[in-house]
């Protein structure tokens, strides 16, 4: 485009913003903001929510409040750009304030300002009260109808909290039907406040939405202390087909099926203790601290 001489405009501008932002390019980032600065373009909203969007997402708040600062115009995108870049770098507290800020100037906020309120400010900062207080906000004062991306949030809200009856409470009582990342949010509850027998059945319910999905398997098992739910799980997984990590697609060999796993060819002495210690290992890459288990 620039060998042939073509001129960018607002809308390239804003296209290869987005991407540096994708790519957290931010020193390409920077180089576009010097072109568009010497263009011309810097006072367009959409130029100006670019480039918000693109130094938030790249983590430096600073400079991404220089061009907040000078827009001549702002709207929910704008706030929204910065509030979401504050969630970014951990600063709940500056994000609220901002989104108080944001209504007391008149700018409407819309859904997306909503998911980064409820969970990722709320959420993290372990603001109950005002995560409730601003969904509820949504329908009575916005007149916003919550999706499925809200009600995972309030989910994952009340399931922080410890407030895991709640969670399912609200599950049951959604006007959309939930999916399995809704109920798969509660379970990672669970498992925080190490509460099995609740797991149990969400487990199943989330296996039932979404059955051939290996990393649910490989996160339930650890966690679960029921000899017939472990049983009930390995035989889902032996009837789905669904292969734990470390296994590759089955090979025929002297007119039999077989497994083969990746890396050394030696024979294992008890496969089954190597897959759990397989798993351990995966989960222990999260963060998760597992119990002993077996697969049957």
Request: hydrophobic share 40%.
């Amino acid at each position: 485009m620039q060998q042939e001489g073509v001129e960018p405009d607002p809308i390239t501008f804003v296209g290869v913003l987005n991407a540096c932002a994708h790519l957290t390019a931010i020193e390409e980032g920077r180089l576009i903001h010097e072109w568009i600065s010497q263009s011309g373009f810097e006072s367009d909203v959409f130029v100006g929510n670019s480039l918000v969007d693109m130094y938030a997402k790249c983590g430096s708040m600073e400079e991404a409040w220089a061009v907040f600062d000078k827009m001549p115009a702002r709207n929910v995108v704008s706030w929204t750009a910065m509030i979401l870049g504050h969630v970014k770098c951990g600063q709940g507290d500056k994000a609220l304030e901002l989104f108080q800020k944001m209504q007391q100037e008149g700018t409407q906020p819309d859904l997306v300002t909503f998911v980064a309120v409820v969970n990722a400010s709320c959420s993290h900062a372990g603001l109950l009260n005002e995560g409730l207080c601003y969904f509820d906000s949504m329908g009575f004062v916005y007149n916003i109808s919550a999706t499925l991306e809200h009600c995972s949030c309030m989910v994952d809200l009340l399931g922080r909290a410890g407030h895991l009856q709640d969670a399912e409470d609200f599950i049951n009582q959604m006007s959309c039907e939930p999916d399995a990342a809704v109920w798969r949010t509660l379970l990672g509850a669970c498992r925080i406040h190490d509460n099995v027998e609740m797991g149990e059945h969400v487990a199943k319910r989330v296996l039932e939405l979404d059955p051939g999905n290996a990393a649910d398997y490989v996160a339930l098992l650890p966690n679960i202390n029921t000899a017939a739910v472990k049983w009930d799980l390995n035989t889902h997984m032996h009837q789905q087909r669904i292969k734990a990590p470390g296994f590759k697609q089955s090979t025929q060999q002297r007119g039999r099926t077989r497994n083969k796993r990746k890396g050394p060819t030696t024979r294992p002495k008890n496969r089954n203790l190597q897959l759990g210690g397989q798993v351990r290992r995966n989960l222990q890459l999260f963060g998760h601290v597992s119990v002993p288990f077996y697969l049957f």
